[in-house]
T-cell receptor, first 115, second 116 residues
């Protein structure tokens, strides 16, 4: 069965530090890849997505992610984090089977940014 | 445009009871998916409804059931509640033609269910 691994449970950074959150998936076929963010007290929001084309995708708020097919990875990056980036980040995968709404989520990485 | 709205936001039930959670999809979206998010876990797919029929299901028992109505709103019903059903239940809507892909989900804030 498809699975998604997020390597870090909790990451603590100071403002202006660089961020990289790891995400690996298990499915070897065609995939759609997503990063969702959940700010404290808010609902899940789409940060960025990869469907096809350029493997380096840019999302909102200065985030980007790189799809590396050979490594089954889709890591999230941001050059300089801000206190307002404190949130929980979820990587999700949709494979080419199953229904359109069936995303497989990782367990999430909680990011705490110290001012 | 309106987002996805869910009700109730919080509820407490006891083991063996039944619960109904409701979801109104985002304007223009005709597909609704339901997810269960246990504490410390990522959301887990329960099922999806399209054209008032279930057209995809995750690894959940039959006591989890749903409905979709002509206005695309949806209900999640859980019978014979168990302690492990305590979780945040998320509804997400999507549209096949929207946002350059069929799989971009818009989530609601969720309904937090506590089973005692």
């Amino acid at each position: 069965a498809q699975s998604v691994s997020q390597h870090n449970h909790h990451v603590i950074l100071s403002e202006a530090a660089s961020l990289e959150l790891g995400c690996n998936y298990s499915y070897g076929g065609t995939v759609n890849l997503f990063w969702y963010v959940q700010y404290p007290g808010q609902h899940l929001q789409l940060l960025l997505k990869y469907f096809s084309g350029d493997p380096l995708v840019k999302g909102i708020k200065g985030f980007e992610a790189e799809f590396i097919k050979s490594k089954f990875s889709f890591n999230l990056r941001k050059p300089s984090v801000q206190w307002s980036d404190t949130a929980e980040y979820f990587c999700a995968v949709k494979d080419d089977g199953g229904s359109q709404g069936n995303l497989i989520f990782g367990k999430g990485t909680k990011l705490s940014v110290k001012p | 445009e309106t987002g996805v709205t869910q009700s109730p936001t919080h509820l407490i039930k006891t083991r063996g009871q039944q619960v109904t959670l409701r979801c109104s999809s985002q304007s223009g979206h005709n597909t609704v998916s339901w997810y269960q998010q246990a504490l410390g876990q990522g959301p887990q797919f329960i099922f999806q409804y399209y054209r008032e029929e279930e057209n995809g299901r995750g690894n959940f028992p039959p006591r989890f059931s749903g409905l979709q109505f002509p206005n695309y709103s949806s209900e999640l019903n859980v019978n014979a509640l168990e302690l492990d059903d305590s979780a945040l239940y998320l509804c997400a809507s999507s549209s096949p033609g929207g946002d350059s892909g069929a799989n971009v989900l818009t989530f609601g804030a969720g309904s937090r269910l506590t089973v005692l």
